[in-house]
């Protein structure tokens, strides 16, 4: 049965992929599988014809997590049954489903499943995986433990191997093996990453990690292989595991024997005399059915006050105590049946004991009284002992202590407490200047009381947060107060005398009740918390009373105030609001004014100074004419606390109430007064003058009344011209009465209308009507003309100066003016001037300086004289013009070829000067003008002039207002072009070649030897001015070339550029043999930085200076190799050659090596021995190649095995071979010695240096002994030796070893050995690559070491008769018959401990006693004593104590062996 798939969504249809859930039922194991459809393929009619003609898939998934779908053949499957196990679907006969299984065709194996079957492909793949993972793993081991192994070749071979398994999943598509491209390429990226760290990071995370494991984990292996019969040894050998991992067993000290006395019972109330409370609300009251169940159960644990009781002994049965209440004074027993019931703690146990311990038992209680111990007794009925005089525990009810607010609170201080249970009050304000909302009683009452109950002398701690500053305040000292509850227990008359005794002397542990107040002034406004911490009673119970809530308000971190509590109150002190006028309003002009005026106010906002939480209530009085009015104003905000004050009168601020508080009023009124209108009376004058006929004006004075300062205006009508415009004019002032005078320029008729009046208090005016009338005959006038006329500011010495006058008036004129010019005056008058434009003739001045004209008087025709003020004006008159001259430095003025010259200029004077100048030889007789000005901050902007070529130029003039002078001394300049530079091959020591003319002929230099010390060089010769740059080309045709010196044909070609001073040089290079031609290109120098071609400038500087092409020709120096032969002529595979350049030999050749059996070499031998032995060593010969020129030198340098190095020189080498005979000082030892060419030379005198000679005759080249690289290298090998180790036990000379020891032998020869030894008749041969050979002696018996041969050599070995060991076993002692053994014993009897030892006598041995505590460093008891037995023969020995303690043997030693070992 199968259940139909949910609808698609939009999602899965825009993916074009379906996800089609299949649910199967009937088959065990069927389960929930998942399919992907392709959408496209299942729209598609072809798809789906394909996919009805294939055979069935069924889903499944993948291995490594990504869903593919296998593929089987439908002959395995109808060969098959579908197994659980694949839990396959068969989905062909199911309708829709069946066919949508269809469409999810996955993609097939690689390997067609004819040939191998799909389950079998996958079985082949996972063995192939285990089979990689077990090498991989034993890889990591190995090299964990071999520390010296190379890791980089594992790192490549696994990650190739890696890279091939991923990338062979993802090519053979196994069915759920089979992985995808991104995943195929992240794995070989970790697989990468875990190598790293596995086989080529030393100190890697995983190293760390594994190698301990490894370690481990290999050598249990390798001891559990070398368990196996036969084939064990065989296969582990000699490993190197067993020699670090062996340890000796535990078994050669057995047993211990413990010692344990007895304690007595004791028990104990109290015993650190603790005094101990009830809090009547913690402890819960017993539940109703308690008292049925107690005797099962117990007592009633919940939060209840324990009493402890210490008890030393066997567990106890019943417990009984002794009860004294403190009201009635009667002493009741009480008893405990079910002691398991209560709480225990064990503070020793005595394992060999039933039922022993040291424990501590709580007695829980529930009431305040006297409680002693009575009895205790165990199962048996056995009464412990108790201790005596043992003081009574007393119980009293724990300290309380609670804040509660008073009733009867001041009303003043507007007490009001709020829905969380805290309060609020107004500031108290100590002062009499207050309103009447605040009073001055009750400044020091507090509005919080302490409640503390509990045991008496009592105090309490009490921390106060006023405005986040702590404060603690104590309260200590609360003595009993006198109560009448004895006196009421004494009246009655039951109560018997040694009753009432008791009550008397327990009463004062009664709890008592008091009530205390907290006072505080409240002066500064804020936030008052008080807290409760603690109480503490006469007994010194502190109860600390915590309130989570505001724990971090009082511990300086943020926080606030939750909810009030019996702890905790908060008190918020408002402060009380203030009230005055602003400061503003304060400092404006008092009283305030209220105008008609549009530009004045009608009425004014007084600004109020306001504190205190918004919203006030603000009361004032209005004073006035009419009377006192009360008004009251509510403001929301600081900016909104304005009155609007409309009417004149006085304001006097009366009270003030914020949210909370009523506040504080300042003292100081406010007055507002109406303002008047101004007004004016105007009266006139009319003016006359004596030399005039008629009225020239009129003089007006006002009368004012206002505030000043005053404007007057009026306008002015010349009723002469009745069409002309008016004039306004306005009359200022400041007081209050103000004359002036009208005086106008023109005759007439005026009238004179004065229509607004304006003060300060009415700025927009009132207008007025007022009028006057006055005849006016007009005064002559004169001014300086600056229309029709030009006035100079200044002119030069001996210029005609002429001033420009316009007069107006009745003509003919008169006109008087002075001249004034340092203190001296001069006075002119000009008769019968008719005109009313004139000239004032001021002719030239004689001395420099400021001239000032002024016009002081002028007369008309009418003899009316009129005198003139402000009517001048100042002339400078300068004595001389500017003066130039040229800044011209020594040799003139130098540029550049193309370059444009400026010439610097020095001029004084006026700005701006115009300076002319020409040049010298000009035929056109040009002149040139430049101009040189100065900026408004003094800043010449032009002081040099344009040069127009080269040439000699001469300054003409100069001029500004006035003409100046030219300096003679600099009044000339020349320009000058630099010239160009060049650089030529000087021919002196140069022969010409050979060619068809001089033209084709190149100078050449004369030839040099190959790597020669002192190369040739090139004289330059140079013009301009250095340094110079040069650039040249380098062509090169090597000695084999056949087109040398053709150009097109050269090896190579380069570019240089070199710097050069005068005189000059040019290196050749000379490493190369063949033919070099040198080619100047180009050339700069200090002025031309640009670089200048050569061949445009050849042979202009000097007669030689066309030689810009030379050449130079470099001859190989002679090449020779040293090869070394048998003596019957075969070539050996070892030689060096001198072909490579810079003295470097060839890569290191094969070592020829000699073993010499011992006592064969020349030292330690006979001279015919040795020559025997030499007779068989291979010859060395000097080759030399064809190219050289015979005869030949060669120099050959020898490193003996020992010893400096020794150089040979061979001469007079005629031929191309030549042997090299060593002297036998030089190869007279056994090791290694070299040898290597270190020149050559042939007939011209060539020489080939291939070592640095630095580094000849220094010794060996070599500090570790390896071979020089590209010499000829022989080795005599000596056989090899082993003696054993300094440290090891092998160096023993009884050659006595103890099971357990390492025999280490140091290995003398090569490095790789092969050693033979003998261990219990069984014969060894294993390879040693180390000098120290290690084997572990790990049975008793013989071992024996026989023969050491060189691994490279085998034929050269050494044989021994002298390392023969014998291995002893490890002595043996059983304590006690090596058991653990546990013995009880009573005061004053005595314990017998056996030792029996096993071994070779005498023994050592060393016993100790432990303490039955484990205090000890190694978890076990402390050492109480210790002591050694030594020299003992027999294999016995007894112990007699009475002594508590552990008893062990810690060291035993035989007459060979010890353990453990040191």
């Not at 809090?279 to 008292?291: I, M, R």
């Not at 804040?403 to 609020?424: C, E, Y």
């Not at 430095?889 to 070829?897: A, E, K, M, S, T």
């Not at 011992?1158 to 060593?1177: C, F, I, M």
Request: hydrophobic residues 35%.
């Amino acid at each position: 049965m199968f259940t139909t798939p949910g609808p698609l969504s939009r999602q899965d249809i825009s993916n074009g992929t379906i996800r089609s859930p299949l649910v199967s039922a009937g088959t065990p194991g069927s389960r929930l599988d998942s399919s992907s459809l392709d959408l496209n393929e299942i729209l598609s009619p072809a798809s789906r014809l394909n996919r009805l003609s294939k055979p069935d898939n069924s889903p499944s998934l993948s291995l490594f997590g990504s869903p593919v779908r296998g593929q089987e053949s439908g002959a395995s499957l109808e060969k098959k049954a579908p197994s659980p196990a694949d839990a396959k679907l068969n989905l062909r006969s199911n309708g829709t489903a069946g066919s949508r299984d269809k469409d999810n065709k996955a993609p097939s194996s690689a390997i067609p499943s004819t040939v191998v079957d799909l389950p079998s492909q996958r079985l082949y793949a996972l063995a192939v995986l285990i089979f990689l993972l077990a090498w991989k793993t034993y890889d990591t081991i190995d090299l964990s433990v071999d520390s010296e192994r190379t890791s980089l070749y594992l790192f490549l071979k696994w990650c190739l191997i890696d890279a091939g398994l991923w990338y062979a999943c993802y090519c053979l598509r196994i069915p759920k093996m089979s992985i995808a491209a991104r995943k195929m390429q992240l794995l070989i990226a970790l697989s990468a990453f875990v190598n790293l760290n596995l086989f080529f990071l030393s100190s890697s995370i995983f190293m760390l990690a594994v190698k301990p494991l490894a370690v481990s984990v290999a050598s249990t292996c390798v001891r559990a292989i070398k368990q196996i019969p036969l084939v064990g040894p065989r296969l582990v050998g000699d490993s190197d595991l067993l020699i670090d991992s062996f340890e000796l067993d535990h078994e050669h000290i057995l047993g211990r024997h413990t010692i344990h006395i007895l304690p007595h019972s004791l028990a104990h109330m109290n015993p650190d005399s603790k005094a101990y409370c009830i809090d009547s609300k913690t402890s819960g009251a017993e539940p109703w059915y308690w008292s049925y169940v107690s005797e099962i159960i117990g007592p009633y644990r919940e939060k209840q006050t324990k009493i402890p009781l210490l008890i030393n002994g066997t567990r106890p049965q019943s417990i009984t105590y002794a009860y004294t209440p403190f009201e009635t004074g009667q002493r009741q027993i009480r008893t405990i049946k079910n002691v398991g019931a209560m709480q225990i703690e064990t503070t020793t146990i005595y394992p060999t004991l039933t039922n022993w311990a040291m424990a501590t038992y709580y007695l829980p209680i529930s009431e305040v009284g006297v409680y002693e111990i009575h009895s205790v007794k165990d199962a048996k009925g056995l009464e412990f002992r108790t201790a005596t005089h043992a003081p009574k525990t007393v119980v009293v009810s724990c300290p309380k202590a609670r804040l509660q607010w008073r009733s009867d609170t001041n009303p003043d201080d507007s007490f009001v407490v709020g829905g969380d249970g805290h309060a609020s009050i107004c500031q108290r304000v100590d002062t009499d200047d207050v309103s009447n909302a605040v009073s001055r009683t009750g400044l020091s009452d507090g509005l919080i009381e302490a409640v503390v109950e509990g045991y008496e002398p009592m105090e309490m701690t009490i921390v106060r947060l006023v405005n986040g500053h702590r404060e603690v305040i104590g309260l200590d000292g609360i003595h009993p107060r006198t109560t009448e509850e004895v006196l009421k227990v004494s009246d009655d008359p039951t109560t018997k005398k040694e009753q009432l005794e008791e009550i008397r002397k327990w009463s004062r542990f009664r709890s008592r009740k008091s009530t205390y107040v907290i006072n505080d002034t409240f002066l500064r406004p804020g936030e008052y918390v008080y807290k409760l911490e603690s109480v503490r009673d006469s007994a010194n119970h502190t109860v600390a009373l915590s309130d989570s809530n505001s724990a971090g308000i009082f511990n300086n971190k943020k926080g606030k105030v939750g909810k009030a509590t019996s702890y905790m109150a908060r008190i918020q002190v408002h402060r009380r609001p203030s009230i005055g006028w602003s400061t503003s309003l304060l400092q404006s002009e008092l009283p305030l004014r209220l105008s008609d005026d549009r530009q004045r106010s009608s009425s004014h906002k007084l600004s109020l100074n306001l504190s205190g939480q918004a919203p006030w209530t603000v009361e004032y009085l209005v004073i006035d004419n009419a009377g006192t009015t009360r008004e009251t104003q509510k403001f929301t905000s600081l900016k909104d606390a304005v009155i609007e004050a409309t009417r004149a009168g006085v304001y006097q601020l009366v009270s003030v109430n914020d949210q909370h508080c009523s506040g504080l009023v300042e003292r100081t009124n406010m007055t507002l007064v109406h303002t008047q209108k101004p007004a004016v009376n105007v009266t006139s004058v009319p003016l006359t003058a004596h030399e005039c006929v008629g009225e020239i004006g009129a003089q007006v004075d006002f009368e004012l009344s206002g505030r000043p300062p005053f404007a007057v205006h009026y306008r002015e009508f010349n009723l002469r011209f009745p069409n002309s415009r008016p004039i306004t004019r306005v009359v200022r002032s400041q007081q209050r009465r103000h004359s002036f005078k009208i005086t106008p320029e023109l005759a007439g008729t005026y009238r004179f209308e004065f229509f607004q009046l304006e003060d300060d208090n009415y700025p927009s005016g009132l207008p007025i009507s007022t009028t006057i009338e006055q005849s006016v005959h007009a005064q002559p006038s004169a001014k300086l003309d600056t229309v029709g006329g030009y006035i100079p500011r200044k002119i030069c010495l001996g210029q005609v100066l002429e001033l420009p006058v316009r007069l107006k008036g009745q003509g003919p004129w008169e006109l008087t003016y002075n001249v004034v010019h340092e203190n001296r005056r001069t006075s002119n008058t000009i008769k019968d001037i008719a005109k009313e434009s004139y000239a004032i003739d001021l002719g030239a001045f004689e001395a420099p300086g400021d001239y000032t004209v002024e016009i002081v008087q002028v007369k008309d025709g009418n003899s009316c004289a009129r005198d003139l003020l402000d009517v001048s004006t100042t002339v400078t008159v300068r004595e001389g013009g500017p003066q130039v001259g040229f800044q011209c430095p020594d040799g003139g003025i130098r540029v550049l070829d193309g370059e444009q010259a400026r010439i610097p200029v020095r001029v004084s004077g006026e700005f701006p000067v115009e300076i002319k100048y020409r040049k010298i030889g000009d035929t056109t007789g040009h002149v040139y003008k430049a101009e040189v000005s100065y900026g408004p901050q003094g800043v010449t902007k032009e002081d040099t002039v344009l040069a127009y070529g080269p040439g000699e130029y001469e300054l003409v003039s100069a001029s500004d207002i006035c003409t100046g002078t030219v300096d003679p001394l600099n009044a000339r300049c020349p320009v000058r072009v630099e010239a160009k530079p060049s650089a030529w091959f000087m021919t002196d020591g140069l022969t010409l070649g050979d060619g068809t003319n001089n033209q084709d002929r190149i100078w050449r230099l004369a030839e040099v030897c190959e790597g020669s010390s002192s190369p040739a060089v090139f004289e330059l010769g140079l013009s301009g001015s250095g340094p110079w740059k040069i650039e040249y080309s380098v062509q090169y045709w090597s000695a084999s070339n056949v087109h040398s010196g053709v150009p097109g044909y050269e090896d190579r070609s380069k570019m240089h550029t070199s710097v050069a001073l005068q005189p000059s040089t040019l290196k050749t290079e000379c490493c190369d043999p063949g033919l070099y031609r040198y080619t100047l290109r180009g050339v700069s120098d200090e002025r031309y930085q640009r670089l200048q071609p050569l061949a445009a400038i050849r042979k202009t500087i000097a007669p030689d200076a066309g030689v810009t092409v030379v050449e130079h020709q470099v001859t190989r120096s002679p090449r020779a190799m040293l090869r070394a032969y048998l003596p019957d002529g075969t070539p050996l595979n070892a030689a060096s050659s001198s072909s490579r350049s810079h003295g470097l030999f060839s890569s290191k050749q094969a070592t020829v090596k000699h073993c010499l059996a011992p006592g064969q070499s020349k030292v330690e031998s006979d001279a015919q021995t040795w020559a025997r032995v030499r007779d068989h060593l291979p010859e060395f010969r000097v080759e030399f190649e064809k190219d050289g020129k015979p005869p030949f030198q060669a120099w050959v340098e020898v490193f003996p095995a020992s010893g400096p190095s020794e150089v040979m020189h061979i001469d007079n080498i005629d031929g191309y071979s030549q042997e090299v005979v060593l002297p036998d000082s030089v190869a007279s030892h056994i090791g290694r010695y070299h040898m290597r060419l270190v020149k050559t030379r042939d007939t011209r005198g060539c020489e080939h240096q291939i070592v640095d000679p630095s580094e000849v005759g220094l010794g060996r080249a070599d500090e570790d002994g390896k071979a020089i690289a590209g010499g000829i290298e022989i080795e005599y090998i000596e056989a090899p030796s082993a003696r054993p180790a300094s440290a090891s036990p092998a160096a023993n000379p009884s050659r006595d070893v103890c099971v357990g020891d390492i025999l280490a032998f140091d290995l003398r020869g090569l490095n790789s050995w092969n050693v033979e030894y003998t261990y219990n008749n069984m014969h060894r041969a294993i390879s040693a690559n180390k000098r120290l050979f290690r084997r572990i002696a790990d049975v008793p018996g013989n071992f024996t070491l026989t023969r050491v041969c060189h691994r490279s050599a085998n034929d050269c070995c050494s044989e021994f008769d002298d390392l023969s060991y014998a291995v002893h076993d490890i002595p043996r002692v059983r304590v006690s018959g090596g058991k653990d053994v546990y013995q009880d014993i009573l005061e004053g009897d005595t314990g017998n401990i056996r030792l029996d030892l096993a071994g070779t006598p005498p023994f050592t041995f060393t016993w100790q006693r432990r303490s039955l505590e484990h205090g000890g460093h190694d978890g076990k008891g402390k050492v109480l004593e210790s002591h050694t037995v030594k020299d003992l023969n027999d294999h016995a020995y007894t112990i007699n104590t009475s002594s508590e303690g552990t008893f062990e043997v810690t060291f035993v030693q035989d007459r060979y062996c010890q353990y453990p070992k040191s």
